[in-house]
């Protein structure tokens, strides 16, 4: 059983590039969300789907896109990558059936920097 | 808006002591659950328990305890007879319950953190 599977695990990008990280699940979960977490703080949410085709705005979502054709897949898309977005991206994803009591699994994380 | 504070930036507690990790939160919706995580140095991020914000007892689950005062909407947590593999960041958490009058499904905010050491 993977889990949350993030990939790539590393990337260094120079200032305008684009890239797309990857998070795919195998537990049939619904929700799924985005996180960013910069060097010794807490996670700041970007994105978040509750089923394929439905996506949300999280509290910092500018420099993002996300996609949600299937329900294992949500991929995050960075365009135009900036210093700014240097930082360690989680993906997770949980059960939902009208419950809030389900924890967040995680994914390992990909660590991006921008030069 | 949802938010959660963590008014403890770092924290120490001697080897086998029990310490209490701050968590205060404001959200206006009667429904919601709680959640703690751990991050050790090596990164991942680790469920530890979850309160529910109609839960009539305090979550326990093992060494961890949760103290949920709901009309003071905090929610601690608590480590029992401390161990040196608990050193890592900790983080509390809340996710508002779905569904209803809301245009916004239901997000998972985390807090600032928390980082303890334990000394042996």
């Known amino acids: 059983n993977a889990g949350v599977t993030q990939t790539p695990k590393f990337r260094i990008l120079k200032i305008g590039q684009s890239m797309t990280l990857q998070c795919a699940q195998d537990m049939n979960h619904n929700y799924m969300y985005w996180y960013r977490q910069d060097p010794g703080m807490g996670l700041k949410l970007i994105y978040y789907s509750v089923g394929a085709g439905i996506t949300d705005k999280g509290e910092v979502p500018n420099g993002y896109n996300v996609s949600r054709s299937t329900t294992e897949d949500f991929p995050l898309r960075l365009e135009l990558a900036a210093p700014s977005q240097t930082s360690v991206y989680f993906c997770?994803?949980?059960?939902?059936?009208?419950?809030?009591?389900?924890?967040?699994?995680f994914g390992n994380g990909t660590r991006l920097t921008v030069t | 808006a949802q938010k959660i504070t963590q008014t403890q930036p770092g924290m120490f507690v001697q080897e086998k002591e029990a310490v209490t990790l701050d968590c205060t939160y404001d959200?206006?919706?009667?429904?919601?659950?709680l959640f703690w995580y751990k991050q050790p140095s090596s990164g991942e991020m680790i469920f530890l328990i979850y309160?529910?914000?109609?839960?009539?007892q305090n979550a326990t689950e093992g060494r961890y305890s949760l103290n949920f005062q709901k009309a003071r909407k905090s929610a601690n947590l608590v480590i029992s007879a401390s161990q040196l593999g608990d050193s890592a960041m900790y983080f509390c958490a809340m996710r508002e319950e779905p569904g209803g009058m809301k245009t916004s499904y239901d997000k998972v905010i985390f807090g600032p953190g928390t980082s303890l050491s334990v000394i042996p």
């Open positions: 309160q529910g914000s109609y839960d009539q």
């Open positions: 997770a994803s949980s059960y939902e059936g009208g419950s809030y009591n389900s924890p967040l699994h």
């Open positions: 959200t206006s919706d009667p429904s919601y659950g």
